[in-house]
């Protein structure tokens, strides 16, 4: 959900306004005159939403992986881990 919230509030007007030249949303400026709507193009902050998404993948395929493993030792759910929550990479 943090990915697509992203996607959808921040455009190159934020970019423009707190001077995130670097693409990293650090949000460190504050530069008043920046109009609004801007361009409308997607901002800096894609290179964010991109790493938050390739972390995300790598958490679902270790999970995987390890339950992969449990079911071949035969080990049924341990409910410490959270098992039956289903980890689902959105469309």
């Known amino acids: ?4 919230d992203i996607c959808d ?3 190159d007007y934020q970019d423009k306004l707190y001077v995130n030249e670097n693409g990293r ?6 530069n ?7 361009s409308c ?4 902050w894609m290179n964010a939403a991109s790493r938050l998404a390739v972390l ?9 992986l390890y339950m992969q493993e449990r079911s071949k030792l035969g080990e049924t759910i341990r409910l410490d881990r959270d098992e039956e929550i289903e980890l689902v990479i959105p469309p």
Not at 1 to 4: A, G, Q, R, S
């Open 9 to 11: 509030q921040y455009i």
């Open 1 to 4: 959900m943090t990915i697509i």
């Open 41 to 44: 193009k997607p901002g800096l």
């Open 32 to 38: 008043w005159s920046a109009l609004w709507p801007g």
């Open 25 to 30: 949303l650090e949000f460190s400026g504050d």
């Open 56 to 64: 995300y993948n790598l958490i679902l395929r270790e999970e995987e």
